[in-house]
Nanobody, 124 residues
Framework: QVQLVESGGGLVQAGASLRLSCAASGRTFSSYVMGWFRQAPGKEREFVAAITWSGGRTYYADSVKGRFTISRDNAKNTAYLQMNSLKSEDTAVYYC?????????????????WGQGTQVTVSS
């Protein structure tokens, strides 16, 4: 089992920044991908960003590319999502997730474990 705990969400104005954290504990994988997804009210969950734990490769949704940065601290088993130039359309519950297998990094169905989510609200 892997436990994931997100933190760092909040209410900010458009143009502001936030940094989300995702701390992993429990069973750890020697090589796995950690992803961030989000779900806005009335919408489907969507991929935001992902990072490989060993290689440090990163992937982004087009909607956040250039504004969001995903990173990780292996020693702390923690991943981060730095969100800059926030827009009202970024308002959502943000979830981190981990997968141990392969497959498309942007598909939530490929991820084995999920956190409970943290709310991000951007006021315009």
């Amino acid at each position: 089992q892997v436990q994931l705990v997100e933190s760092g969400g909040g209410l900010v104005q458009a143009g502001a920044s936030l940094r989300l954290s995702c701390a992993a504990s429990g069973r750890t994988f020697s090589s796995y991908v950690m992803g961030w997804f989000r779900q806005a009210p009335g919408k489907e969950r969507e991929f935001v960003a992902a990072i490989t734990w060993s290689g440090g490769r990163t992937y982004y949704a087009d909607s956040v590319k250039g504004r969001f940065t995903i990173s990780r601290d292996n020693a702390k088993n923690t991943a981060y999502l730095q969100m800059n130039s926030l827009k009202s359309e970024d308002t959502a519950v943000y979830y981190c997730a981990v997968r141990s297998g392969g497959g498309a990094y942007y598909l939530g169905t490929q991820y084995n474990y999920w956190g409970q989510g943290t709310q991000v609200t951007v006021s315009s």
